[in-house]
């Protein structure tokens, strides 16, 4: 039987319908898969909770702050690395982790008439730059900043149902360079002690009132202030994180970062990375 010509043009106009709607759909598709990936390349922050990932056994970390070319600290490879910040949202107070667009420039320090490297963020209330590791968040939990360490004031927060305690140990000198006692040092405020103390043997403790580990020792501190700049979750495994600043001079910075492991039960803070920055005259 032979099939009308309307009827052979019809069934050829579904087909190639057909053929287009597939090809259609597998254009999205590709799209989607497109964007996603281009996602993935340029932000590699993740939502999680409470997650074990695997330790990150290399991280840099870098300030927001000047780097004279012949002294301690100066960056090498900066541009050849991905770099991601934490920060505080003036606006909110609140502190986020994002991909860091870095402004690099550079001058010369008429000080000590050394060429240097300035290194800036967007960010106005950037604390940190750092490589970035599996766990982020764009939104890390935040349970303290911004507190000052001297010896004998103990700081303490709640976390996930843990009192933690960084507890600040060695001697301090008064005005008249005799060292104060324990009563002495514990009457004074820390406002009273900030940039007008020399402290000796200093060391600092971190851990629970069951089991605490010693995570920095200074030998020297000259007129300096040791500071917590933030502790919080930063890779989502519900253990805390820390940001340290303990220079020994009243000049430099000393940055030590420290990131939970919660694979290891027996030391669950490790140092990943520090950094002493020099820029005195």
């Given amino acids: 039987m032979k099939i009308p010509n309307y009827l052979v043009k019809i069934s050829l106009c579904i087909c190639?319908?057909?053929?287009?709607?597939?090809?259609?759909?597998?254009?999205?598709?590709?799209?989607?898969?497109?964007?996603?990936?281009?996602?993935?390349?340029?932000?590699?922050?993740?939502?999680?909770?409470?997650?074990?990932?695997?330790?990150?056994?290399?991280v840099d970390i870098l300030l927001p702050t000047?780097?004279?070319k012949e002294s301690h600290g100066?960056?090498?490879?900066?541009?050849?690395?991905?770099?991601?910040?934490?920060y505080k949202d003036v606006n909110t107070g609140k502190w986020h982790i994002?991909?860091?667009?870095?402004?690099?420039?550079y001058g010369r320090d008429e000080c000590v008439g050394e060429e240097v490297m300035i290194i800036k963020s967007q960010h106005e209330d950037a604390a940190l730059f750092f490589t970035p590791f599996e766990g982020l968040s764009e939104n890390p939990v935040t349970v303290l900043e911004d507190k000052m360490l001297f010896p004998e004031h103990t700081v303490s927060f709640n976390f996930n149902g843990k009192k933690y305690?960084?507890?600040?140990?060695?001697?301090?000198?008064?005005?008249?360079?005799?060292?104060?006692?324990s009563a002495e040092l514990k009457s004074k405020t820390n406002e009273e002690l900030d940039n007008n103390t020399k402290i000796s043997g200093?060391?600092?403790?971190?851990?629970?009132?069951?089991?605490?580990?010693?995570?920095?020792?200074?030998?020297n501190m000259e007129y300096a202030t040791p500071?917590?700049?933030?502790?919080?979750?930063?890779?989502?495994?519900?253990?805390?994180d820390l940001i340290l600043n303990l220079p020994d001079f009243y000049e430099s910075q000393h940055l030590f970062f420290f990131l939970s492991d919660k694979n290891d039960p027996e030391k669950s803070l490790k140092k990943v990375a520090d950094l002493l920055v020099v820029n005195d005259c």
């Avoid at 100066?74 to 934490?86: M, R």
């Avoid at 994002?98 to 420039?105: Q, V």
């Avoid at 403790?205 to 605490?212: A, K, P």
């Avoid at 500071?227 to 805390?240: H, T, Y």
């Fill in 202 to 219: 200093y060391r600092l403790s971190f851990g629970t009132d069951e089991n605490s580990m010693e995570l920095a020792t200074i030998e």
């Fill in 98 to 105: 994002g991909k860091a667009e870095l402004k690099i420039t």
């Fill in 227 to 240: 500071r917590l700049v933030w502790a919080g979750d930063l890779n989502n495994d519900g253990l805390p």
């Fill in 66 to 68: 000047q780097y004279r």
């Fill in 16 to 58: 190639i319908l057909g053929l287009l709607s597939c090809q259609n759909e597998t254009n999205k598709t590709a799209e989607n898969s497109e964007k996603q990936a281009g996602s993935n390349d340029t932000l590699a922050i993740v939502q999680t909770e409470e997650t074990a990932f695997p330790f990150p056994l290399n």
């Fill in 165 to 181: 305690l960084l507890s600040p140990m060695g001697s301090c000198l008064d005005e008249k360079g005799q060292i104060m006692t």
């Fill in 74 to 86: 100066y960056p090498k490879g900066v541009k050849e690395k991905d770099w991601y910040e934490i």
